[in-house]
């Protein structure tokens, strides 16, 4: 292939890639607003730094050497995010509260 069939080509293969990030964008946002519910499973509320910082009520440092020492879920990135299912964070604060308790 070479010359203008060869362009065709690439073209449409950039098409296909730029469709395909377009929806996994979209799937992405649908979960960070709470909206999705795929195939009827419960919803998946994914947590910025930010957002995960309110609610544990730690400095940014702090959370970052609770995830280094294993007390908290690292989460995981997504292009320059680092993002955390609800639950986890959930699941994690009970931990800590309950391990404060002893």
């Not at 979209?26 to 919803?43: D, H, N, Q, V, Y």
């Not at 730094?49 to 440092?61: N, S, Y």
């Not at 639950?87 to 309950?98: F, T």
Request: without cysteine; hydrophobic residues 45%.
């Amino acid at each position: 292939m070479s010359g203008p069939t060869m362009l065709i080509a690439v073209d449409a293969s950039l098409r296909d890639e730029v469709a395909a990030l377009r929806e996994q964008n979209e799937r992405i946002l649908e979960l960070l607003s709470g909206t999705a519910a795929p195939g009827g499973k419960p919803k998946v509320r994914l947590l910025r730094v930010g957002e995960v910082l309110e609610r544990v009520g730690f400095k940014k440092t702090t959370l970052f050497e609770a995830i280094k020492a294993g007390r908290f879920p690292e989460g995981f990135k997504h292009g320059n995010l680092r993002l955390w299912r609800e639950s986890e964070v959930d699941a994690a604060i009970e931990a800590l509260s309950g391990a404060a308790g002893n």
